[in-house]
């Protein structure tokens, strides 16, 4: 091919990805869209520059030229300390995976126990497991399957046992709020310098709505996150703290260990992404937290026995139907799911739950205008394709109930 076909076939591939997508449900419980404002601010101009800096001054620049990208980054930092009541704000991560890696190997030493959720991202144990043979052990945090959260009393007496440095929560699986204050009580009888991490990456969107729960007031030393799931902003990390010497620490683990330059073309989206959610966030939140809780119960209206049912289904943006009546692979099921054009993941569920999970999200439908009364349609779409109906028939119903999310919301004009 010669230079103007290859740019064609290119070209072809991406207009065929987007228009595929525009016919599916997409589910996943990780992914959104910016609003259009943010897309706008997303400048690429920037990502031809270099920001970085030493500790946590960012005037402090390494590279000439920088004076408005500092005063760039200072803005968006002033927003989220707004929007987030933090007091100290790091971009630097270029995802939540590196802001969490970068926290725990920050204020972890050699030999320190970390207490992390199971299903969560286990920043301690994939240091603990890298080549590198970092010097922590990190210890799964008991889970009550049925009630998907912590299992408090259990451990209560793991924290007395261990006085681990670490305690990280959060979860891929996040459906209810986690005991932030009750687990850092018990932290501090049994380790009063050891730390609480919390791991918001799916639902710190919700936090910024007030609609979930408030990490810092609750005892958390650090939040950690990324900053596109429920967020909805450009794809990116972040950590919040309000003590400095945490800041300190982690913002030389950062530069020069982790990265040098941090993506500046993402800054100014990111800003964006906060003045919406101080303009937009409660209602948006809201309305993700009701569309979850509809699908939840339409699934369940369905005979699909689902996860947290008793409880209200979630109270995030994530659902988990438990599926073990149309197979006992959640992967297969979701490959049966995408053939219908249904995007979706599986989940993994505790032995006294089940055997085959899916996890579901409804935060990007919701941005699109998703409803409560588009759930009993979703919810039938999802029943034919897993109950095996064909999927040419199953495709084009997704399509008409995908067509009606067609405008961003929650967002400035």
Same mark, same amino acid.
């Given at each position: 091919m010669n230079p103007n076909q290859k740019i064609e076939k290119l070209t072809s591939l991406l207009n065929k990805h987007h228009e595929y997508r525009e016919t599916c449900l997409n589910l996943i419980a990780s992914e959104n869209t910016p609003s259009p404002l943010v897309e706008a601010l997303f400048d690429e101009r920037l990502a031809r520059r270099y920001g970085n800096y030493s500790g946590i001054d960012l005037y402090q620049r390494n590279y000439k030229g920088n004076r408005y990208i500092a005063e760039i980054e200072a803005y968006t930092q002033e927003l989220a300390k707004e929007l987030f009541n933090a007091k100290f704000v790091d971009f630097r991560p270029l995802s939540g995976n590196i802001a969490g890696i970068a926290t725990t190997f920050a204020l972890a030493e050699p030999g320190d126990i970390a207490l992390e959720v199971h299903n969560g991202h286990r920043y301690a144990n994939k240091l603990a497991s890298s080549p590198l043979k970092v010097e922590l052990q990190s210890i799964p945090i008991p889970w009550d399957g049925l009630r998907s959260n912590i299992d408090l009393p259990a451990t209560f007496e793991l924290i007395k046992q261990?006085?681990?440095?670490?305690?990280?929560?959060?979860?891929?699986?996040?459906?209810f709020p986690q005991p932030v204050a009750e687990l850092k009580s018990a932290m501090r009888q049994a380790n009063p310098d050891s730390y609480l991490i919390y791991d918001a990456a799916h639902v710190i969107g919700l936090i910024a709505g007030k609609r979930f729960q408030s990490p810092f007031e609750e005892g958390a030393d650090v939040i950690i996150s990324s900053t596109h799931k429920t967020l909805a902003g450009p794809q990116g990390g972040i950590v919040l703290t309000n003590d400095k010497s945490i800041a300190e620490r982690i913002g030389k683990t950062l530069y020069p260990l982790l990265m040098s330059n941090h993506h500046l073309s993402r800054l100014p989206a990111l800003a964006g992404t906060f003045v919406e959610w101080m303009a937009c966030g409660a209602a948006h939140a809201d309305a993700i937290v009701t569309n979850a809780k509809a699908l939840g119960q339409a699934l369940a209206d369905r005979d699909i026995p689902m996860l947290g049912a008793e409880l209200g289904f979630t109270e995030s943006h994530t659902l988990i139907p438990i599926v073990d009546a149309f197979g006992d692979d959640g992967n297969e099921l979701a490959n049966q799911l995408e053939a219908c054009h249904i995007i979706a993941g599986a989940a993994g569920l505790s032995p %006294? @739950?089940?055997?085959? =999970?899916?996890?579901?999200?409804?935060? %990007? @439908?919701?941005?699109? =205008?998703?409803?409560?009364?588009d759930a009993q349609d979703i919810a039938d779409c999802i029943v034919a394709a897993l109950s095996g109906e064909s999927s040419d028939t199953v495709k084009p119903k997704v399509a008409r109930v995908a067509q009606r999310f067609n405008t961003v919301q929650f967002a400035l004009k």
């Open positions: 261990h006085k681990p440095k670490i305690v990280n929560i959060g979860s891929g699986v996040f459906l %006294e @739950v089940g055997t085959s =999970g899916l996890r579901f999200g409804v935060q %990007e @439908v919701t941005r699109w =205008g998703m409803t409560s009364e």
